[in-house]
Structure formats: structure tokens, C-alpha cells
């Protein structure tokens, strides 16, 4: 295994770690590979459904609920004309215990972004704010080169194939990074000693000047 001073950026831990250890990373990294084949799949025809039939989510949520209803009702009245039994509905009931445990869930995140919109909005956090301005500004420019369902699957499509080629292709890759990050600070330096000491010693002339 390489030391973490040949690894980008001197990380100590491995992509499985970086990204939570957990159920989640080993989706990402294909070590579940019929969840994350089937969660591409699905994600896929949802896009196709979408984008090319023309669907909106609301007509086509509307369009299944009204296919439903129409499917038990007709069931339900053949089934008393018919002396037969009723569609083996299950009794649709949220008990308090599962709302509970939802919104204890929700409260801390939804907490977080309340006291981090507030630390924004009153400028308490400078460095916080540019960080969201400069995403929401990226946001914004992408969001104008796609529609959000495009960019959501294709977000979701590099989520489950860059990390899991990173770790496949881990040492080629952190090698011609480093590579890469070496040969661009030598051409910092060779800028840096010819151009940028050149307009520093102009600064430092014109204010002796001044």
C-alpha cells in the first residue's frame, strides 16, 4: 500500500472510509452490486419515462393513482356483485411512534440548516457565505446548460462510477496526479521567478518613486 505522501492530497484513509464506511459506501463502490446496478437501472427509466414521453411527475403520479383507484374500485364492485372477497388491502395507518422517530430524524439537519442560514444571513460567517454563494452561482450556470432531472442522473451516474474507478485505478491515478501537481508547481515557480518578482519589483520601484 502507498505511504499517505504518495497518495493525492496526503490522505491516510482509503475511499471506503472517506466516504462513511457504511451501507451507502459500499453502495457507491460496488461492493453491493446488484443495489447499485438495479438503483441505476431504476433511476434510468425513470429519466427515460420522464424525459422522453413527455410525463411530468405530477401527471404521472396522477395518471398511477387514477389507474389504482379505477383497478379497486372495479375490484371491490365485482367482488360484491360476485359474492367474492375484496382486495386484500392493508389497513393504511401511520401510527404516532413512526411520526415521532421521522421527525426526530428530520429535526437535526433541518436544525443545522437553520443556525447556518442564520449565521449567513446575518454575516457572522464570511468564509461559509462565499462557499454557498460560489455553489448556488454553479448551481445556477449548470442549471442553465441542463433541466434538474438531467442533472440530478447524471450527478447520481458519477456518484456510482468515479469513486468505484478511483479506487479501482487508485495508484495510476494518485501517481499521474502527483505527477500532474508537481509539474504545475514547477510552472508556478518558473512564473513566479519571471513574471510575477517582475511586477513586484515594478510595484516596489513606482511607490519608491512615489
Avoid at 69 to 85: D, E, H
Avoid at 104 to 120: E, G, K, Y
Avoid at 163 to 179: V, W
Avoid at 194 to 206: N, Q, T, W
Wanted: proline share 4%; net charge neutral; charged share 20%.
Amino acid at each position: 500500500m502507498n505511504s499517505s505522501s504518495d497518495r493525492l492530497f496526503g490522505r491516510q484513509r482509503t475511499i471506503h472510509e472517506l466516504l462513511g464506511g457504511g451501507f451507502i459506501a459500499d453502495i457507491i463502490l460496488w461492493r453491493r452490486p446488484n443495489l447499485t446496478s438495479g438503483l441505476l437501472l431504476v433511476t434510468f427509466a425513470v429519466w427515460i419515462v420522464f424525459e422522453k414521453s413527455g410525463y411530468t411527475l405530477l401527471s404521472l403520479v396522477s395518471s398511477v393513482l387514477l389507474l389504482l383507484v379505477v383497478i379497486f374500485f372495479v375490484w371491490a364492485k365485482s367482488a360484491s356483485i360476485l359474492n367474492r372477497p375484496p382486495p386484500p388491502l392493508p389497513e393504511l395507518h401511520i401510527s404516532e411512534e413512526v411520526m415521532n422517530e421521522a421527525a426526530a430524524i428530520i429535526r437535526s439537519p433541518v436544525n443545522a440548516f437553520s443556525s447556518v442560514s442564520l449565521d449567513i444571513a446575518l454575516g457572522k460567517n464570511s468564509d461559509l457565505f462565499f462557499k454557498v454563494a460560489g455553489a448556488l452561482l454553479l448551481l445556477s450556470v449548470i442549471g442553465g446548460w441542463t433541466d434538474f432531472l438531467t442533472l440530478g442522473y447524471t450527478s447520481l451516474f458519477l456518484v456510482l462510477t468515479v469513486p468505484a474507478l478511483y479506487e479501482k485505478y487508485e495508484n495510476q491515478i494518485d501517481r499521474y496526479a502527483m505527477i500532474g501537481c508537481r509539474s504545475l508547481q514547477r510552472l508556478y515557480m518558473k512564473l513566479d521567478m519571471k513574471c510575477f518578482s517582475a511586477i513586484r519589483e515594478l510595484v516596489l520601484e513606482i511607490k519608491k518613486l512615489d
